[in-house]
């Protein structure tokens, strides 16, 4: 059951936007779209940004959008907000196990 | 309000037992399945266990298979986690969540914090 490969942290100045990939096999992400990402401010619980590798919650800002290439997940936030700091995590099925997360990325506003 | 409680953390030595509550409200509990996700201090999240909707199937991560068990009691809206034969590495946050479906978790409790230690 190995992790989802995710980079530890990620920037980017107000207004910009980024991208934070997430890594997998053709026995997890690669295999099936239900790729989900979460945000997680210090101290809080996670909040689902988006499940299904591209499709957003209610009440979840547009800015946030999912996507997927081969056995790579992808999220992107646009128009980068000073509150978007925080810790974003990649979860899909695998076959090996219900559910695997990525190690986590660190997103800085500058 | 769509809620999830959870209670039951705490501090217990090495090889001993824990049981986890997860109280549901606000929403039809016995239509959905349910997860315990945990984060170690200064970790990343790890998933930890899944029950469907019925309870009749359940799914352990390799780390606590044999050790954990999760159950459900869908007349009482609540959600359980039986952990024994604890470790120093089982220390965490414990989070239920709720699966609205495509294996993702859209609620959250606030946590329960387990600390194994002597």
């Known amino acids: 059951q190995s992790a989802l490969t995710q980079p530890p942290s990620a920037s980017g100045s107000p207004g910009q936007s980024v991208t934070i990939s997430c890594a997998g096999t053709?026995?997890?992400?690669?295999?099936?779209?239900?790729v989900s990402w979460y945000q997680q401010h210090p101290g809080k619980a996670p909040r689902l940004m988006i499940y299904?590798?591209?499709k957003r919650p209610s009440g979840v800002p547009d800015r946030f959008s999912g996507s997927k290439s081969g056995n790579t997940a992808s999220l992107t936030v646009s128009g980068l907000q000073a509150e978007d700091e925080a810790d974003y995590y990649c979860?899909?099925?695998?076959?090996?196990?219900?559910?695997?997360f990525g190690g986590g990325t660190k997103l800085t506003v500058l | 309000e769509v809620q999830l409680l959870e209670s039951g953390g705490g501090l217990v030595q090495p090889g001993g037992s824990l049981r986890l509550s997860c109280a549901a409200s606000?929403?039809?509990?016995?239509?959905?399945?349910m997860d315990w996700v945990r984060q170690a201090p200064g970790k990343g999240l790890e998933w930890v266990s899944s029950?469907?909707?019925?309870?009749?199937?359940?799914y352990y991560s390799d780390s606590v298979k044999g050790r954990f068990t999760i159950s459900r009691d869908n007349s009482e809206n609540t959600l359980y986690l039986q952990m024994s034969s604890l470790r120093a590495e089982d220390t965490a946050v414990y989070y239920c969540?709720?699966?609205?479906?495509?294996?993702?978790?859209?609620?959250w409790g606030q946590g329960t914090t387990v600390i194994v230690s002597s």
């Open positions: 299904g590798v591209n």
């Open positions: 606000g929403f039809t509990y016995s239509t959905y399945a």
């Open positions: 969540a709720k699966d609205p479906g495509f294996y993702s978790m859209d609620v």
């Open positions: 053709s026995s997890d992400v690669g295999g099936y779209n239900y």
């Open positions: 029950i469907t909707s019925s309870g009749d199937t359940t």
């Open positions: 979860s899909s099925y695998a076959v090996s196990a219900r559910k695997v």
